[in-house]
């Protein structure tokens, strides 16, 4: 009797300390930028010339940007500060509009992007515009790798 209600009540809590933490939320977002991060990579590598330009899969790249940065806004509610090894930083939840807003940024410049992808030169020109958005988002709301 005991050992049950033991059992029991440890699995109350442990549900209510992954609901408090938003587990699923956490993961729903570290899965969807892990690929746009994927995404990012060989754009990446034509741009260092370490492979060669290829117009379709850097639309490709883009259209996963639109796609999963249309979704991530809603990713960031009140119970997902911390848990399940999140990198964002506690300042995103005090500035939730400009996140949004940077999000839609990011779309907006890969959905412009894709008419200026076509040669190499104005990829050349046009990528860093959209990668940009990344770096400039993670400066401010994603802890620095140690
Ligand atoms: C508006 C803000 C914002 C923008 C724009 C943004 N990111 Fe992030 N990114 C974050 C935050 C915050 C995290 C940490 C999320 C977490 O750990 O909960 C993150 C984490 C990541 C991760 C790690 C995911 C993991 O598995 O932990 C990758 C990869 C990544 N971003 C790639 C990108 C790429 C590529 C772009 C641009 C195409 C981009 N991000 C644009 C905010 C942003």
């Not at 509009?97 to 412009?112: C, G, I, N, Q, Y």
Request: charged fraction near 30%.
């Amino acid at each position: 009797m005991l050992r049950s209600f033991v059992i029991g009540l440890l699995t109350v809590i442990t549900i209510s300390t992954a609901m408090a933490q938003n587990l699923v939320v956490i993961k729903a977002r570290k899965d969807l930028l892990g690929d746009m991060g994927d995404a990012a990579k060989q754009p990446g590598q034509m741009m260092k010339q370490e492979i060669p330009f290829d117009a379709d899969t850097v639309k490709a790249s883009l259209d996963v940007f639109i796609a999963k940065a249309s979704k991530l806004p809603e990713l960031f509610p009140e119970d997902s500060k911390s848990g399940g090894k999140t990198e964002a930083l506690p300042a995103l939840w005090n500035n939730k509009d400009d996140v949004t807003s940077r999000f839609k940024k990011l779309v907006e410049a890969a959905k412009a992007a894709k008419d200026n992808v076509t040669d190499e030169f104005d990829f050349m020109d046009t990528w860093p515009k959209v990668v940009g958005n990344c770096g400039g988002c993670h400066k401010k709301y994603r802890a620095e790798k140690k």
